[in-house]
């Protein structure tokens, strides 16, 4: 049946290895299920319904990946999309948590039916190459500052907007501690960093009576609280769509990128470059955010650890169908999931940050009109706490740097079009 299903012999692999490279793409991976309730906790939102939820799309996501797709990637809510969510949508807008997921849910289906349909190649050609490097940074940083206050080491300032914490306190050294630790354990290539360093991190802090201790495992928590929760009426509002663009947006690209790395480190791409089957991926992806929104969660998207499997041996969906059972087992660890502090989980968020941020390395550093755009859309992310307000100020930039420098040739139609639509949005609000 596995040979059937999955082709493993034409592929060159065994069971016992997809089973392996999928067990180290889970604990590459397993930082989600502490990291993302506990963000979108801070939006209104159950921690135990947000923790089964993450779960269960992580779950549906990569095992519908692995049985439709037949690739070794696995998916879970995103890192960047969860603080956008919380931090843009709800706290920064105003919005209800049930209209934020009723956007994502939204944002879903026009993802898949532009895979459907063959236009995201059209998009995602349209698009300059430096303003999705700029993006993907931007978001880097954007968790960044996150973590760095999550941790209470950048905290907030009357004359000069951010300071430094309180770096002598028990949660800063240990926050300092854990992110030390994830790069010490990553530059020896020991699987599962991220999960190690939470772990050790919050049973340093219970002793030290800087955490209660809620137990290990248990029954898993009811899913009512979030479960067919979001608000499409209300996320269909006129306002709405530039938010529902983003999601769209984000998710696009951040899947597209991490669909063409993991099929480049495992040697899946053709002769010409491209990625076969890309279309039942992208479909995996657009569906899996709709019926994550479904469940109670932000946005779910492929996962750029999963290059840690295709490294261990995964060459076939069977690894992303090993994940899928890895995170249903999760479940019965929600106490556990409870327990884990903030100053834990925020070394996550700014070593993703860190790596996320890598992408500015690949910029024409020799043409101003493409690393300048990129650079304001980097650094205008964080500071403005809005990837929404990065995205539209880049476009902005862009198009505006490339007219005066004489060069609106370099541009596809889309790039003015889309900074057009963005100084209406800045205009009217």
Known sequence: MLERLFQLQANGTTVRREVIAGVTTFLTMAYIVFVNPSILQIAGMDFGAVFM?????????????GLYANYPIALAPGMGLNA?????VVKGMG?????ALGAVFISGLIFLLISVVKLREMIVNAIPISMKLGIA???????AIIALKNANIVVDHPATLVTMGDVKSLPVL??????ALIAALVSRKVPGAIIISILAITFVSIPLGLTEFKGIASAPPSMAPTFLKMDLKGALDVGLWAIIFVFLFVDLFDNTGTLIGVAHRGGFLDKEGKLPRIGKALIVDSASASVGAALGTSTTTSYIESTAGVDAGGR?????????L????AIFFAPLAGTVPAFATAPALLYVACLMSMSLKDLEWDDVTEFVPAIVTAITMPLTFSIAHGIGIGFICYAAIKILAGRAGDMKIAVPIIAGLFVVKLVVG
């Open 174 to 179: 240990l926050a300092a501690l854990g992110f």
């Open 137 to 143: 940074a931007g978001i880097g940083l954007f968790l």
């Open 95 to 99: 919005y209800t948590w049930e209209v």
């Open 326 to 329: 890895c995170f249903l087992l």
């Open 53 to 65: 939820a993450t779960c269960l799309a992580a779950a549906f996501g990569s095992a519908f990946m």
């Open 316 to 324: 076939t969906g069977l690894t992303a169908v090993v994940v899928a």
């Open 84 to 88: 956008y969510f919380t931090f843009g």
